[in-house]
């Protein structure tokens, strides 16, 4: 059954480093997103992707994060600078043509720690 | 106030129970989403709502648009059901999903 993909499964990057998190959805799926997850705390949205563009993006989403669909298959997250509170687990998912709103699947998720 | 609350936030059951989560909600939305978080940290979708009920093997998901609740109910639990239960929803007019704080599950033998 078809999946989506993370890697890498976890990163550790010292404060103010760049970071790249890689996602390969579904080879079907129209509609990308991405997630973190605080450790302890509920998951947040940060962004949505469609068509090659964002389609909507959370508060959180500020100018040190970026996406790119750079291949046709990949779909990455990239913070230019971090800081100690991006240290969560980041997911993505990708959903089917049709709606938005359809089944979402999710990846592994890449954990990442800034220290 | 979150506009997503679950409750109970903690469940524990004995293996062939019946269980029950619930999600409420205050906003306009387009769907509901029942997702499992396992404990080493993926997330799995069970069920996308947007009226009545979806039955897939023991689960079963239930929602009232009228009510803004949702349940979400396990028959004959087992060990392996032991999860995070998250509930989240897409308002009507953005693609976002609002997660809820999710229900910890955990069934023993």
């Known amino acids: 059954e078809p999946e989506v993909t993370q890697t890498p499964s976890h990163q550790v990057t010292q404060m103010g480093q760049e970071v790249i998190l890689h996602c390969v959805p579904i080879?079907?799926?129209?509609?990308f997103y991405w997630y973190r997850q605080i450790l302890g705390q509920k998951v947040e949205f940060l962004v949505s992707?469609?068509?090659?563009?964002?389609?909507?993006k959370s508060e959180i989403f500020d100018d040190q994060f970026s996406v790119e669909r750079p291949d046709g298959s990949n779909f990455t997250l990239k913070i230019r600078s971090t800081k100690l509170e991006d240290s969560a687990m980041y997911f993505c998912a990708s959903s089917p043509p049709g709606t938005s709103t359809d089944t979402q699947y999710f990846g592994p998720g890449t954990r990442l720690t800034v220290l | 106030k979150n506009e997503v609350e679950q409750s109970p936030q903690n469940l524990t059951a004995q293996e062939g129970e019946f269980i029950t989560i619930n999600c409420s909600y205050s906003?306009?939305?387009?769907?509901l989403h029942w997702l499992q978080q396992h404990p080493g940290g993926g997330i799995v979708s069970l069920f996308m709502?947007?009226?009545g009920k979806k039955k897939h093997g023991r689960l079963i998901a239930t929602i009232n648009i009228q009510e803004k609740h949702s349940s979400l109910h396990i028959t004959a639990s087992h060990p392996r059901d032991s999860a995070v239960y998250i509930c989240a929803v897409a308002r009507g007019d953005t693609d976002k999903l609002i997660f809820g704080t999710g229900t910890r599950l955990q069934v023993f033998p």
């Open positions: 906003v306009g939305i387009s769907a």
């Open positions: 080879s079907n799926h129209l509609y």
């Open positions: 709502l947007s009226s």
């Open positions: 992707f469609y068509n090659n563009e964002i389609s909507e």
